[in-house]
Every structure is written in C-alpha cells, then in structure tokens.
C-alpha cells in the first residue's frame, strides 16, 4: 500500500515556475513508477510526465515536453514535478500517481494523490 501527498500548487502568473512535491508513504516507494497527470474542469485527466522506478527513464507529451521536468528522490520517497514557462492552459488539478510500470495511461497506476491546485493568470 502507498499513500500519496501532494504540495506546491497555488497562482502563478504566465511564464512563471512552480514546483510540485509528492510525498510517498511506504518502504517500498522506490519499486514504483511514478507518473503525474492533471484534470482542469469539463476535461478528461491528461498525462503529464513519468519517470521509472529507479529515475533514469523519463516520458512527456508534447504539450509539456521541455518546460516540466519530473525527477525523484528515493531516499526521500518524493517525486518532483518542476514547471517552468507556465501557461493559463496548465491551470488543472495536479495528481501523483504510483505504478508498475511508467505509462502515459492513467489505467496501469494504482494509487493516487488527492492533488493539489495549478492556476496560471494571464
């Protein structure tokens, strides 16, 4: 069982950075895959980012590829979501997610976060 908690949303103007934290509970965090989605209202949840269990493989779309950055730290049970160049369309709901296997889909993750809050103005 792994619980997930996530920090470090809140209002960011445009071109602005923030940097998302998941803390993992669980000795055995480091087995997982980790992948962060977002759902911003009246859409489906979107993939983010994912990063293998052990850090060295890292998957983006292209709608965030070289602007997030996902890293995490074993030690610390934490995965990072670093957000530069921010835009209004990034404004959603950011959730961590841990899973078997590093997947842009949301189906192969088992446990979820409860998400914290982006907002981009303008």
């Known amino acids: 069982q792994v619980q997930l908690v996530e920090s470090g949303g809140g209002l960011v103007q445009a071109g602005g950075s923030l940097r998302l934290s998941c803390a993992a509970s669980g000795r055995t965090f480091g087995r997982y895959a980790m992948g962060w989605f977002r759902q911003a209202p009246g859409k489906e949840r979107e993939f983010v980012a994912a990063i293998s269990w052990s850090g060295p493989s890292t998957y983006y779309p292209d709608s965030v590829k070289g602007r997030f950055t996902i890293s995490r730290d074993n030690a610390k049970n934490t995965v990072y979501l670093q957000m530069n160049s921010l835009k209004p369309e990034d404004t959603a709901v950011y959730y961590c997610?841990?899973?078997?296997?590093?997947?842009?889909?949301?189906?192969?993750?088992?446990?979820w976060g409860q998400g914290t809050q982006v907002t981009v103005s303008s």
């Open positions: 997610a841990a899973g078997t296997a590093g997947s842009r889909e949301s189906r192969r993750y088992d446990y």
